[in-house]
C-alpha cells in the first residue's frame, strides 16, 4: 500500500520558505479580538495521495474516557503548552507526535488556515501539511495509538466534504451566548485503515461533524479550487463560523470586528 505526495494539494497550498517565514512571524503577533492566550490549540491537517490518485485526510477517533469531546472524529492536536514558545505549527506536530507517533520529518507543513472558534470557547488555529518521506510514511512503523487519547487512527476522502448527498446533513443553531446561529454540518464518511487488515474486518464508517467538518470543507474548497455543493453558511441571519470569535472573558463568541449578520 503506496502513499505519495498530493501535486495538487502541494502546487495549491505551498507557500515560499519567505511566505512561511513572514507568516509564522505574524501568527505570533496576530492575536485576534478578544482572544485568550491561554484558550488557543492547534490541529494538524494532513493530506496524502495513495496510487489511485485520490487525495485523503488523516482523522483519529478519540478515546471514550477523553474528558471532552469523548469519542469524536478529531484531527490530532491540542492546546498550546509552554514548550511550543506561542507557535501553532510546532503545537500541532508535537501532539500529533503524541498522540500517534507521526514523525514530524514525514510531513511538511503547507500553510495555516486562520483561528476557528469551538464550541468551548477555543479559538483553533488548523495546520494544513502534507507527506514529504511517503516511503517511511506508508510503512506506518511509526504509528501508535495512545491509549488514553486516541481509540483509533484512519483516513477519509477529502472530496467527501465538498459533496451534498445523503450522507450530508445540517442544522442551522446559535451556541451559548452567541450573536446569531452557525451552520453546524454533519457527514458519515467511510474510514480507511492507516494498515491493510488481513482479518477481513467489517469496513467502517464514522460520523464527522462541527469544527472538523468545517475545517475540511475550507481544506477541500481550497485543495479542489471548488465551492461545495451545498451552503456552508446560513443563508440569512447567521453567520458564518470563521467569523465567529471569543468574547473577552471567554464565556461565550461574538462576530469578528468588521464582520455583520447575513
Not at 514548550?83 to 507543513?109: F, S, Y
Not at 501539511?129 to 491509549?147: G, H, I, Y
Not at 464514522?206 to 443563508?235: H, Q
Request: aromatic residues 6%; glycine residues 6%.
Amino acid at each position: 500500500m503506496g502513499y505519495e505526495v498530493p501535486k495538487r494539494t502541494t502546487s495549491t497550498l505551498s507557500t515560499t520558505a519567505g511566505e512561511q517565514k513572514q507568516e509564522k512571524e505574524q501568527q505570533q503577533q496576530h492575536l485576534y479580538h478578544h482572544e485568550n492566550p491561554k484558550k488557543r490549540a492547534a490541529v494538524l491537517v494532513l493530506l496524502f495521495e495513495k496510487q489511485d490518485g485520490i487525495i485523503r485526510v488523516l482523522l483519529t477517533k478519540r478515546s471514550a474516557d477523553m474528558n471532552s469531546h469523548a469519542g469524536q472524529v478529531a484531527f490530532p492536536g491540542g492546546k498550546l503548552d509552554e514548550e511550543d514558545g506561542g507557535d501553532d505549527i510546532e503545537c500541532a506536530l508535537r501532539e500529533a507526535e503524541e498522540e500517534i507517533g507521526l514523525n514530524r520529518d514525514h510531513v511538511k507543513v503547507l500553510t495555516v488556515l486562520p483561528p476557528i472558534v469551538s464550541a468551548g470557547f477555543i479559538s483553533v488555529r488548523p495546520v494544513v501539511c502534507t507527506v514529504t518521506d511517503a516511503e517511511n510514511f506508508s510503512k506506518m512503523d511509526w504509528l501508535r495509538n495512545q491509549p488514553a487519547e486516541v481509540e483509533r487512527t484512519f483516513s477519509v476522502r477529502l472530496d467527501a466534504f465538498l459533496r451534498d448527498d445523503e450522507r450530508h446533513t445540517f442544522n442551522d443553531h446559535a451556541w451559548k451566548n452567541a450573536p446569531c446561529p452557525i451552520r453546524v454540518h454533519s457527514f458519515r464518511v467511510d474510514e480507511e485503515e492507516m494498515v491493510e487488515r488481513n482479518d477481513g474486518g467489517k469496513s467502517r464508517t464514522s460520523v464527522c461533524w462541527g469544527l472538523t467538518a468545517a475545517v475540511l470543507i475550507e481544506t477541500a474548497k481550497i485543495v479542489y479550487d471548488k465551492e461545495p455543493e451545498f451552503e456552508r453558511d446560513c443563508v440569512q441571519g447567521g453567520a458564518s463560523i470563521w467569523d465567529l470569535v471569543s468574547n473577552k472573558d471567554a464565556t461565550g463568541v461574538e462576530l469578528r470586528p468588521g464582520v455583520s449578520k447575513m
